[in-house]
């Protein structure tokens, strides 16, 4: 009979290892799966189309989805709260995000799955900027706001 390579201990030591190995790789794609959950590197969604034709710019700069709901934080650059036509301004976005949602394909799947879509309107990247909070269900795509 031949006799192994191994020592029974370093049978047992090789085996530790391979477990420990498994281990750690278990525990570095369950820790990368939650992170990029948590910090998603890219936004899904383009709403430069809001904007388009318009002095303003707009830009999704934030995107998190969860079981019950989608939020955006979307930023119409250029719209200031101090201009003479500020409330014909935020009805007009109110109402180009409020067709945009409906009409995204990513966002009208999270609709069609019962979730809300909440979008927080900003004239800049900061949050004191908001200017509109919008929360949408599907019927708000077939009956409007």
Same mark, same amino acid.
């Given at each position: 009979?031949?006799?192994? *390579? @191994? @020592? /029974?201990?370093?049978?047992? %030591? ?5 477990? *420990? ?19 998603? %590197?890219?936004? /899904?969604? +383009?709403? #430069?189309? !809001?904007?388009?034709? &318009? /002095? ?11 079981? %019950? ?7 119409? #650059? ?19 995000? @409020? #067709?945009?949602?409906? +009409?995204?394909? !990513?966002?009208?799947? &999270? @609709? ?6 909440? !979008? ?9 900027? &908001?200017?509109? +909070?919008?929360?949408?269900?599907? =019927? =708000?795509?077939? +009956?409007?706001?």
């Amino acid at each position: 009979m031949p006799r192994s *390579l @191994l @020592l /029974p201990s370093e049978k047992r %030591d090789a085996k530790e290892y391979k477990v *420990l190995i498994k281990f750690l790789l278990f525990g570095f794609v369950f820790v990368y799966a939650g992170y990029t959950r948590l910090f998603p %590197d890219d936004v /899904p969604i +383009n709403a #430069e189309i !809001i904007a388009l034709h &318009q /002095p303003e710019t707009s830009e999704v700069i934030s995107y998190h989805s969860t079981d %019950d709901y989608v939020k955006l934080i979307l930023v119409i #650059e250029g719209v200031s709260k101090s201009s003479n036509n500020f409330t014909s301004r935020k009805v007009y976005y109110l109402n180009k995000t @409020l #067709e945009f949602t409906c +009409n995204n394909s !990513i966002l009208k799947s &999270q @609709l069609a799955d019962s979730k809300f879509v909440i !979008i927080d309107l900003l004239t800049s990247p900061y949050e004191s900027s &908001q200017f509109a +909070n919008m929360r949408i269900a599907s =019927d =708000d795509c077939v +009956n409007g706001i």
